[in-house]
T-cell receptor
Framework: AQSVTQLDSHVSVSEGTPVLLRCNYS??????LFWYVQHPNKGLQLLLK??????LVKGINGFEAEFKKSETSFHLTKPSAHMSDAAEYFC?????????????FGAGTRLFVKA | KAGVTQTPRYLIKTRGQQVTLSCSPI?????VSWYQQTPGQGLQFLFE???????NKGNFPGRFSGRQFSNSRSEMNVSTLELGDSALYLC???????????????FGPGTRLTVL
């Protein structure tokens, strides 16, 4: 079985300060982990993904995430928030399933960026 | 390459009607997945198609169905619409679509369905 938990439904930061969006997962198999971002009235865009290579994954727009197996976490960080980062972020776990793979989305974390 | 396209973008229906949504994947992608997004339930997986076959299915009633054509384009159908079916329906395509879970899914902009 697999699951994903985003620990914060809302995060608010000031522009120029660091961003931390937390994600914990569980999976019976070695999972692939993804972070997607969704801006209002838009589809989801991939920020980064982990697929059992380097544990520190760099994505687009200055985001990165570290896979920590011992803590079953895959937190998303960015050193300095920008106003354009305000959006909803989804942590996703994907693992083999009968005939294919199973993908589960976290509930999402809405990021607010204050000027 | 053109991205994933979904039509229509917005749709208003009444209870009891049926609706068909369309998704055109990125050229060369063979797998298409459908998701329902609502404020209360978040993003929920509906089903995945690969080579015209439904390979994975989420926990939705039989009123939700889909199909995939030989050119990988996909449609989903919802019959006997209920108020609770109001949602953003997202389609995603992925390159390989085989049993590997490492594929990145590329999402379309979604179809916003409102049921009155």
């Amino acid at each position: 079985a697999q699951s994903v938990t985003q620990l914060d439904s809302h995060v608010s930061v000031s522009e120029g300060t660091p961003v931390l969006l937390r994600c914990n997962y569980s999976s019976s198999y070695s999972p692939s982990l993804f972070w997607y971002v969704q801006h209002p009235n838009k589809g989801l865009q991939l920020l980064l993904k982990y697929t059992s290579a380097a544990t520190l994954v760099k994505g687009i727009n200055g985001f990165e995430a570290e896979f920590k197996k011992s803590e079953t976490s895959f937190h998303l960080t960015k050193p300095s928030a920008h106003m354009s980062d305000a959006a909803e972020y989804f942590c996703v776990v994907s693992a083999p399933n009968t005939g294919g793979f199973k993908t589960i989305f976290g509930a999402g974390t809405r990021l607010f960026v204050k000027a | 390459k053109a991205g994933v396209t979904q039509t229509p973008r917005y749709l208003i229906k009444t209870r009891g009607q049926q609706v068909t949504l369309s998704c055109s994947p990125i050229s060369g992608h063979r797998s298409v997945s459908w998701y329902q997004q609502t404020p209360g339930q978040g993003l929920q997986f509906l089903f995945e198609y690969f080579s015209e076959t439904q390979r994975n299915k989420g926990n939705f009633p039989g009123r939700f169905s889909g199909r995939q054509f030989s050119n990988s384009r996909s449609e989903m159908n919802v019959s006997t619409l209920e108020l609770g079916d109001s949602a953003l329906y997202l389609c995603a395509s992925s390159p390989q679509g085989d049993s590997r879970s490492t594929d990145t899914q590329y999402f379309g902009p979604g179809t916003r369905l409102t049921v009155l």
